[in-house]
């Protein structure tokens, strides 16, 4: 079983799905309930202070509840559109093998000691070079090739210095 579900499964979506359609339903009911009222009483002319004042209040509060179930809407359908760019993960070990591709990596290569007797400084470039010779890099795998140690000195210092 994968750690994150399905969004067919998901709890929190379609609670937001759902709270949404009712934002917009509850909204809805509001705003047309309200505003139908208040005009019905202002053609009538009996319409109070109470019809028209607190009508308006309650028909914004709609209007607002109908906007915030659009959103929510809105936010279901992105979540649902980024899932669908997130590829599925494997159901088995026998799966994830076939499908993650196999990399293989090149054995390291030894490093000599240093010896009291030989200076450090020259030992450690010899390493670097004799490290950086050693490797080719092909697309995204590193192949380490066997080079003349002395053929990669004598490039080194043969090359102009500036």
């Keep these: 079983m994968t750690v994150h579900p399905r969004l067919v499964r998901s709890v929190p979506f379609w609670t937001l799905v759902v709270l949404s359609v009712a934002a917009i339903g509850a909204g809805a009911y509001v705003l047309v309930d309200k ?45 649902a559109a980024a899932r669908a760019l997130v590829p599925a993960a494997p159901r088995n070990a026998e799966t994830a ?10 054995p390291a290569t030894a490093v000599s000691p240093v010896f009291a007797d030989e200076p450090a400084a ?33 490039a080194h210092r043969d090359a102009p210095q500036r």
């Design 35 to 79: 505003l139908g009222t208040m005009e019905a009483t202002i053609l009538d002319g009996t319409a109070t202070g109470v019809e028209v004042y607190v009508g308006q209040v309650w028909g914004v509060s709609g209007a607002v509840l109908v906007g915030a179930g659009v959103v929510g809407l809105a936010l279901a359908l992105a979540v």
């Design 97 to 106: 093998a076939a499908v993650a591709p196999v990399v293989e990596t090149a």
């Design 122 to 154: 020259s030992h450690d470039l010899s390493d670097a070079r004799d490290a950086a010779a050693s490797e080719v890099r092909t697309g995204d795998e590193t192949v380490v090739t066997d080079t003349d140690t002395d053929t990669t000195d004598a």
